[in-house]
Structures are given as structure tokens and as C-alpha cells.
């Protein structure tokens, strides 16, 4: 049966764009090499009809299909499970900006174009497209809809789900819905974008979108701020907020642990106010505004002259060059780098209302001591909208206890019911897939979960998109 459905996909997609053996095991296993499975293809379709064809194969022959765009998440949803028996749909040759319709201020884009490219396209033509990843150069638009990305910028713009105006995909039967229209006002029905925008290929298959625009903005400043505690970060965040109004762009907070592991971990880079005793947390800080560069100067000069009168801020540098600024940024995404060399970490990805983060990271302090007793934690995150990435070293547990499983569960739940009870989120923006399955099923039982099942089993019928992902099917 297997060599049928092969040659029917070859027949689909070309020869060269179906492959099996060693040649598709580079896109079996995620970017950290922690997750991996077994398919029995990877297929590369060129277009959206392509697209719709493997998927009515699949539906025929109740083979699971899992849509995979740059393979940078952080949930194992876009990995394949381990029967051998799953197509893993590789969507990176859909890859062309299609439209950019400057009157609209909308660019419509296929699925495959990576983050990079179209912020790359769009900057040759004075615009942008506000999304910003540090995996830019590998993530692609597709992916970033089928996680509701949010980045560094969701503070200002919004998450991925913010600046989709329309989108084509394909139904789990096969079929193309298209609607790239671009409409800022549509409410013909049911919003089928917003419902397929998060869903992790469990509901449809994403091929173009329709995305918001912007022109570039003409001056951009970034600041490197040394700060007492997490207190005095929020309380600087509000201030920004009133000082510089929508220019505030990003505000990334990091502590003292994640930025010693940069240092060691990239020995050439050079951390601003690290060693300077009164600073126990950094914010890196990026306002962006249309007008002179002197006026958004003046904006920031002026705040932190107020945030040194009020004692938020113990040191501070502005970048004096893009040079500088990218200086700032490159140590803000080398913490993920770093930490993805060290073994024995458990990551959370975590949002929570602003006014909760300080007695969040308080109580997790605390509750970690008295239960494990010390322990490393690396913290930071894109405190502008709520969401941190919070990060414990395991391996003096792992020295005495000698089981990752015996530790992470415990370890988990423990920090979720904190973040349950402050009214948070235990997923802000890296997705369900495999990896939080289990607590989908356990914190959002009951009609909440009842109903995603049963908008999964509507859609899916068969339940060949994205097969073990995110929630189960009801049954009949």
C-alpha cells in the first residue's frame, strides 16, 4: 500500500519532492534535536492546488498529514510520530510575496516565505511587516499564523493572529477556501481566519495570507537599562508607556542568570551593567516613530531622566549606531541559543497580567526553594505583553534524583497551578502540539475542551490533520 500512495504523491508533486529514507530525516526531529518521529514521506508541494491534492489523498487512503513550515516550535507540533505511517508536508516552496497593495496597506504572502524574506521585500519598498522573531531567518509565515506567533513587538502590533486580514487554506476534505481580500470589516458569518489562525494545521492547512503593512518608521532608538528589581521594571514599563505612547515598540526584560549564561556560553559577547551590583534585572527597550529622529530622542532622554529621578532605572546606554542596537538585540536572542546547549532545562512559556509578574516570580522563588532547594532559573521574556520565558536548570536534581521524569512533571505543575491561580496562561505563544498536550486536557477540561474537540471532530472528521496534536477528537 505504501508504494502506491507514494507513487500517487510523486505523481502530485514531482519526483524530486517526495522523499523518503535518510533524505527526509533532517525534518523528522525538532530544531533542538528533542523531539523526533518516523514519516512516511516528506512532501514538498509548489502551489495551493498541489497542496489540496496530497490532502484528498490522504483524506481517501485516512493517512495523517502534519503541515511542517520552518520546523523552528517549540511544542513538537509540526514533528511527525513515530508509526511511519504519517506525510509530513513541507510547505517552504510556497514561498512567493504575491501582492503588495500599498492603498490597502496589506501584502498577501504564501505560507513557505520565511519571516525574514518578506521583512527583507517589504523594507526595499519603505514598508513593514511588525512581526519580529529571533528565528526570523528560518520561521515562516505559515507557521507563524498556525502558532499565532507574538514576538518582541506584540506590545505595539499585536500577535500574528493581529495582522492577518485574510487567509487561503485547505479543509481537512481537500478542498481550497480563498479569501485574501484584505477586508478590515467582514461580518458575512462565521470567521473562519481567526478560527484556522492558532489552530497548529489541526483544522486546515494554511497556503497564503493576507497580512497588515506599515510604512517603516523613520527613526528607531533602542536603550540597554539596568534596573533594581522586577518591581522597578514594571513600574518602568508604565512610565514608558505614558512618555512614549505608541512608539514603544518593544520591552524585554531579562534577569542575571539568563545573561551570565550568555556570556559563558558566547565568550565575545559583552553584557552592559552585568557586574554592576545595583542592577538585578535588564530591559532592552526600542521605540519606533514616523518624524525627525531628534524629536524621538528628545522622547527618550526625557524619560529616563524621570526614570533615574524615581530610582526605576540604576544604569542606562543608548545605542549610539545600528550597530549597536543589533549589539543589544543579538544578546536578547543568544539566550535561547545558550540555553538550548545545556542539558537538563525545563522551559515554560508563560503569560501572565503584568500586575501578577512580580508576585508570580516571588512565589515561584519561593515555592522552588522549599521544594527543591537551589536551583538556577532564567527568566526574561517580552514583559510589554505579560509573556516570560521561564527556564529552571534541573541538573543538581538530576545529580541526586538521576530521572528527568520523576523531576519534570512535579516541576511543572508546580509552576502552572501558580500561574493558573494569578490568571495566567501555561502557553502564551509557543503553541500545545505534543509537549503540552496533557495540560490542555487537564486545565482546561470541561466545556472549554468539549468544545474544541468538537469543532476539531466537525472540521476533521477522519482526524488526518495533525493527528495527536492539541486536543482528541469526541467521540461519536
Given at each position: 500500500?505504501?508504494?502506491?500512495?507514494?507513487?500517487?504523491?510523486?505523481?502530485?508533486?514531482?519526483?524530486?519532492?517526495?522523499?523518503?529514507?535518510?533524505?527526509?530525516?533532517?525534518?523528522?526531529?525538532?530544531?533542538?534535536?528533542?523531539?523526533?518521529?518516523?514519516?512516511?514521506?516528506?512532501?514538498?508541494?509548489?502551489?495551493?492546488?498541489?497542496?489540496?491534492?496530497?490532502?484528498?489523498?490522504?483524506?481517501?487512503?485516512?493517512?495523517?498529514?502534519?503541515?511542517?513550515?520552518?520546523?523552528?516550535?517549540?511544542?513538537?507540533?509540526?514533528?511527525?510520530?513515530?508509526?511511519?505511517?504519517?506525510?509530513?508536508?513541507?510547505?517552504?516552496?510556497?514561498?512567493?510575496?504575491?501582492?503588495?497593495?500599498?492603498?490597502?496597506?496589506?501584502?498577501?504572502?504564501?505560507?513557505?516565505?520565511?519571516?525574514?524574506?518578506?521583512?527583507?521585500?517589504?523594507?526595499?519598498?519603505?514598508?513593514?511587516?511588525?512581526?519580529?522573531?529571533?528565528?526570523?531567518?528560518?520561521?515562516?509565515?505559515?507557521?507563524?499564523?498556525?502558532?499565532?506567533?507574538?514576538?518582541?513587538?506584540?506590545?505595539?502590533?499585536?500577535?500574528?493572529?493581529?495582522?492577518?486580514?485574510?487567509?487561503?487554506?485547505?479543509?481537512?476534505?481537500?478542498?481550497?477556501?480563498?479569501?485574501?481580500?484584505?477586508?478590515?470589516?467582514?461580518?458575512?458569518?462565521?470567521?473562519?481566519?481567526?478560527?484556522?489562525?492558532?489552530?497548529?494545521?489541526?483544522?486546515?492547512?494554511?497556503?497564503?495570507?493576507?497580512?497588515?503593512?506599515?510604512?517603516?518608521?523613520?527613526?528607531?532608538?533602542?536603550?540597554?537599562?539596568?534596573?533594581?528589581?522586577?518591581?522597578?521594571?514594571?513600574?518602568?514599563?508604565?512610565?514608558?508607556?505614558?512618555?512614549?505612547?505608541?512608539?514603544?515598540?518593544?520591552?524585554?526584560?531579562?534577569?542575571?542568570?539568563?545573561?551570565?549564561?550568555?556570556?559563558?556560553?558566547?565568550?565575545?559577547?559583552?553584557?552592559?551593567?552585568?557586574?554592576?551590583?545595583?542592577?538585578?534585572?535588564?530591559?532592552?527597550?526600542?521605540?519606533?516613530?514616523?518624524?525627525?529622529?531628534?524629536?524621538?530622542?528628545?522622547?527618550?532622554?526625557?524619560?529616563?531622566?524621570?526614570?533615574?529621578?524615581?530610582?526605576?532605572?540604576?544604569?542606562?546606554?543608548?545605542?549610539?549606531?545600528?550597530?549597536?542596537?543589533?549589539?543589544?538585540?543579538?544578546?536578547?536572542?543568544?539566550?535561547?541559543?545558550?540555553?538550548?546547549?545545556?542539558?537538563?532545562?525545563?522551559?515554560?512559556?508563560?503569560?501572565?497580567?503584568?500586575?501578577?509578574?512580580?508576585?508570580?516570580?516571588?512565589?515561584?522563588?519561593?515555592?522552588?526553594?522549599?521544594?527543591?532547594?537551589?536551583?538556577?532559573?532564567?527568566?526574561?521574556?517580552?514583559?510589554?505583553?505579560?509573556?516570560?520565558?521561564?527556564?529552571?536548570?534541573?541538573?543538581?536534581?538530576?545529580?541526586?534524583?538521576?530521572?528527568?521524569?520523576?523531576?519534570?512533571?512535579?516541576?511543572?505543575?508546580?509552576?502552572?497551578?501558580?500561574?493558573?491561580?494569578?490568571?495566567?496562561?501555561?502557553?502564551?505563544?509557543?503553541?500545545?502540539?505534543?509537549?503540552?498536550?496533557?495540560?490542555?486536557?487537564?486545565?482546561?477540561?470541561?466545556?472549554?475542551?468539549?468544545?474544541?474537540?468538537?469543532?476539531?471532530?466537525?472540521?476533521?472528521?477522519?482526524g488526518i490533520l495533525n493527528p495527536g496534536k492539541v486536543v482528541e477528537q469526541n467521540a461519536d
Amino acid at each position: 500500500m505504501s508504494d502506491e500512495i507514494l507513487d500517487q504523491l510523486r505523481a502530485i508533486v514531482g519526483e524530486a519532492n517526495v522523499l523518503t529514507g535518510a533524505d527526509k530525516a533532517p525534518y523528522e526531529a525538532d530544531w533542538r534535536g528533542q523531539v523526533s518521529g518516523v514519516a512516511l514521506a516528506l512532501v514538498r508541494p509548489a502551489t495551493a492546488d498541489e497542496v489540496s491534492r496530497v490532502v484528498r489523498l490522504c483524506d481517501a487512503w485516512h493517512i495523517g498529514l502534519v503541515a511542517q513550515g520552518g520546523n523552528t516550535g517549540l511544542a513538537a507540533g509540526a514533528i511527525p510520530d513515530a508509526t511511519g505511517t504519517q506525510i509530513l508536508l513541507n510547505l517552504c516552496r510556497l514561498k512567493a510575496v504575491r501582492h503588495i497593495d500599498r492603498p490597502n496597506m496589506t501584502v498577501t504572502v504564501e505560507a513557505g516565505c520565511t519571516l525574514q524574506h518578506l521583512r527583507e521585500a517589504l523594507a526595499d519598498a519603505g514598508l513593514l511587516f511588525p512581526l519580529s522573531l529571533g528565528s526570523e531567518g528560518s520561521c515562516t509565515i505559515g507557521g507563524n499564523l498556525a502558532t499565532n506567533a507574538g514576538g518582541a513587538q506584540a506590545l505595539r502590533f499585536g500577535n500574528a493572529r493581529d495582522l492577518c486580514l485574510g487567509l487561503e487554506f485547505v479543509t481537512a476534505q481537500g478542498e481550497l477556501i480563498s479569501e485574501l481580500g484584505g477586508l478590515r470589516k467582514d461580518n458575512t458569518g462565521f470567521d473562519l481566519r481567526n478560527l484556522m489562525i492558532g489552530s497548529e494545521g489541526c483544522l486546515g492547512i494554511i497556503t497564503s495570507a493576507t497580512l497588515k503593512i506599515l510604512d517603516a518608521p523613520d527613526a528607531s532608538l533602542c536603550a540597554w537599562l539596568g534596573v533594581p528589581d522586577v518591581e522597578a521594571a514594571v513600574a518602568l514599563l508604565a512610565l514608558c508607556q505614558a512618555e512614549l505612547g505608541s512608539a514603544l515598540s518593544s520591552f524585554e526584560i531579562m534577569n542575571r542568570t539568563s545573561l551570565t549564561l550568555v556570556e559563558q556560553q558566547f565568550p565575545d559577547t559583552t553584557v552592559p551593567f552585568l557586574h554592576d551590583p545595583a542592577v538585578g534585572y535588564w530591559v532592552l527597550l526600542q521605540a519606533d516613530a514616523r518624524g525627525p529622529a531628534i524629536a524621538l530622542q528628545e522622547q527618550i532622554e526625557r524619560l529616563l531622566e524621570l526614570a533615574l529621578e524615581r530610582s526605576v532605572v540604576a544604569d542606562a546606554a543608548l545605542a549610539d549606531s545600528l550597530q549597536r542596537a543589533k549589539g543589544f538585540w543579538r544578546i536578547r536572542e543568544h539566550i535561547v541559543l545558550a540555553q538550548a546547549k545545556l542539558p537538563h532545562v525545563v522551559n515554560f512559556d508563560i503569560a501572565l497580567p503584568v500586575s501578577a509578574i512580580a508576585p508570580f516570580l516571588a512565589r515561584a522563588a519561593k515555592a522552588l526553594e522549599q521544594r527543591f532547594g537551589a536551583l538556577k532559573v532564567v527568566n526574561f521574556g517580552h514583559l510589554g505583553d505579560g509573556n516570560l520565558h521561564f527556564s529552571v536548570h534541573t541538573a543538581p536534581l538530576q545529580q541526586r534524583a538521576a530521572q528527568t521524569a520523576a523531576v519534570e512533571p512535579e516541576l511543572r505543575a508546580l509552576i502552572y497551578d501558580l500561574v493558573i491561580q494569578l490568571h495566567g496562561s501555561f502557553s502564551a505563544e509557543h503553541g500545545i502540539g505534543t509537549a503540552k498536550k496533557g495540560y490542555l486536557s487537564h486545565y482546561k477540561a470541561g466545556p472549554r475542551l468539549r468544545m474544541m474537540q468538537d469543532i476539531k471532530r466537525a472540521l476533521d472528521p477522519k482526524g488526518i490533520l495533525n493527528p495527536g496534536k492539541v486536543v482528541e477528537q469526541n467521540a461519536d
